[in-house]
């Protein structure tokens, strides 16, 4: 062992590297107490610079319906799609557990279609867990896939795959609504689900939520009191131009900066100032 293994201090975000991070390695930092980051990627260029960063988990979200392929909501998004940015995602990273959506209409008709899906996510992309949105109506999907060998997380109070009952994208879990998401919260864990996403519920319900479970709880938009924190990476580094939600930090302006960078060169190559001799095979 190395004097750096030896050295006390949070092993989860930029810990050692020994491999992968486990599911295990997740639940055992909510013993801890140990607060640690989660990021999504979707592609291997992305993944290799969160991963060489240390975050212990790296989350191939059905947000890709979006920020990659341009769609105006996570509905439409299929397993054929993702399935690629997730097996790029594992190509990318040495480190971090790679979680893979299961997108809509991949899980909730059956149980068997649920064990199907998350299959193909393990064997075709590499995915070390799967996340799967819901509560209740989900408890089969989610026990038979923890009986399967499948590492599952759980999304709770804003599910945006149900955006059509829940009539926008708006907070969950207010007045009496927050005590059935305990419930469902404490049924994922009772089932073996190995984390579960809070995402747009209010800070006091998440807090109670997380102290209530065994299992680390992973915010977004759910205030402070949350064991991890999630955010879509071109949100918090300004890659999208949508109004973001109050939970969204701009840490960055990648948008501008990259857009800047193409008009520079637009206009070089159109002064002849691009290529120079230092660009040029002589
Ligand atoms: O799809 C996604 O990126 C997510 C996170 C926002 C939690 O589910």
Redesign the pocket.
Known sequence: MSSQENQPGPTLYGGVRRGRISITDLIHAKTRGERWPMI?AYDALTAKIFDEAGFPAI?V???AAMVVYGYDS?IPVTVDELIPLTRAVVRGSSRALVIA?LPFGSYQSSVMQAVDTATRFMKEAGAHAV?LEGGQRILPQAEALVAAGIPVIG?LGLT?QSVNVLGGYRVQGRGESGEKLLQDAKSLAAVGVSAI?L?CVPAELATRVTAALPIPTIG?GAGGGTDAQ?L?WQDLCGLTDDPAPKFVPRYADTRGVIADAVARWAEDVRSGHYPDSSHTYQ
Request: no cysteine; net charge negative.
């Open positions: 999504t989350l979200g059905d947000s996570t959506d996340k999304h945006p996403v995402e977004i999630v879509v």
